[in-house]
């Protein structure tokens, strides 16, 4: 039986650098009191000579830790949001949702999460990167951004950082987000198990651009395949019009009608009880609190706290700056049934 090989030891990496261990431990955690330039050749001796991390040590480091510190949490991690104002995305209920998520998963791994403001007009971006290196952040969580394609200016060289959702256009960060194509196929699968036939997707243009126009190739993917029945297409709009609707409602007569989103809320709903129509309603993002419809549960708690253990991996692997291949975790959704789809 062949003998393991010998793992390699941090004091072996300090040897080939002329550094003392402490040192070296201190790199490759990424802590900032280490010069940058001697983070980066630690970290490029500890890949060439192969070191790997004793995951056995680490858990022990790590337990023996939280038996020091008891619920003291002094490790962080930033939330990191653009709108035009500080407390802007608080009004949307998924942010609200993904951040929950995530600061569960960040108290699980033994951080807290600090909220930071990268629009602030009285900071520079390059003051933010240094506030965040000086109280040791290095993992960055970026939530969707306040408009679609939005690019930003920021240094995440010293950082490891996962955006969630598609808005942010540059750099190009890994992301994570819900499985939304998926999800829109599995809401019509479901109401074809429920005897509908006459199924139509109802959505606005700026939310369906904001997941790649997932929405509507997730219907048109399902749509297309129907045998006997008219094939609907999708009313996808820019602002609600009640004449255009009205046409389009009144030549197709869904059955029942799948959205989500302003264009659902504000326009059709309100449209339908005026005429007294009854299609019955599916929503596809089941965020909204007080919502009965059956729907998808795009599971924005679990998205927000996959972001922050994508960021504790790279963290682990020293991953920082712009990755050269951005990677895309899906998360898929799950269906609720509610009381509006009999």
């Known amino acids: 039986m062949a003998s393991q090989s010998k793992r390699v030891l941090q004091s072996e990496i300090a040897t080939a650098l002329g550094l003392s261990q402490g ?5 490759l955690n990424g802590d900032p009191r280490v010069a940058a330039k001697t983070r980066k050749a630690v970290q490029q001796k500890a890949a060439e000579i192969g070191y790997v991390p004793d995951p056995s040590l680490v858990a022990l480091a790590r337990y023996r830790s939280n038996r020091i510190k008891k619920k003291e949490i ?3 991690l930033a939330w990191l949001t653009n709108f035009s104002t500080e407390e802007g995305w608080k009004q949307s209920q998924m942010l609200r949702l993904y951040r929950k998520g995530a600061e569960q998963r960040a108290a699980q ?4 999460l600090y909220d930071f403001w990268l629009a602030d007009p009285e900071m520079s971006s390059a003051r933010l990167r240094d506030i965040l290196l000086a ?10 951004q306040e408009s679609f394609g939005t690019k930003i200016e920021f240094d995440f060289s010293e950082f490891t950082a996962v955006t969630i959702g598609y808005t942010l256009e540059a750099p ?7 499985n939304v194509f998926a999800s829109v196929q599995m809401a019509y699968r479901k109401l074809q198990d429920r005897s509908y036939r006459r199924i139509a997707l109802v959505v606005d243009e700026e939310v369906d651009c ?12 399902m749509s297309s395949n129907q045998q006997g029945v008219d094939t609907i297409p999708a009313f996808v709009c820019e602002g609600f019009d009640d004449k255009r609707f009205g046409k389009w409602y009144e030549r197709w007569l869904p059955e029942v009608i799948m959205g989500t989103g302003p264009t ?5 709903r309100p449209w339908l009880k005026r005429r007294g129509e ?8 089941l965020s909204e609190e007080g919502v009965t419809d059956s729907g998808v549960d795009q599971q924005l708690e679990l998205i927000g706290k996959t972001a922050v253990s994508l960021v504790f991996s790279q963290i682990s692997h020293f991953e920082y700056g712009i990755p050269e291949t951005p990677l895309l975790t899906l998360v898929d959704g799950i269906w609720r049934d509610g009381e509006r789809v009999p």
């Open 278 to 285: 009854t299609p019955a309603i599916a929503e596809l993002n």
């Open 109 to 112: 791994l033994g951080f807290r």
């Open 23 to 27: 040192t070296v431990s201190l790199a």
């Open 210 to 221: 904001r997941v790649s126009r997932a929405f509507s190739a997730g219907y048109g993917s």
């Open 172 to 178: 190009k960060l890994h992301r994570v987000g819900n």
């Open 135 to 144: 109280r040791g952040i290095r993992g960055l969580i970026l939530p969707p």
């Open 264 to 268: 659902l809320e504000e326009g059709v």
């Open 74 to 76: 002094s490790a962080g």
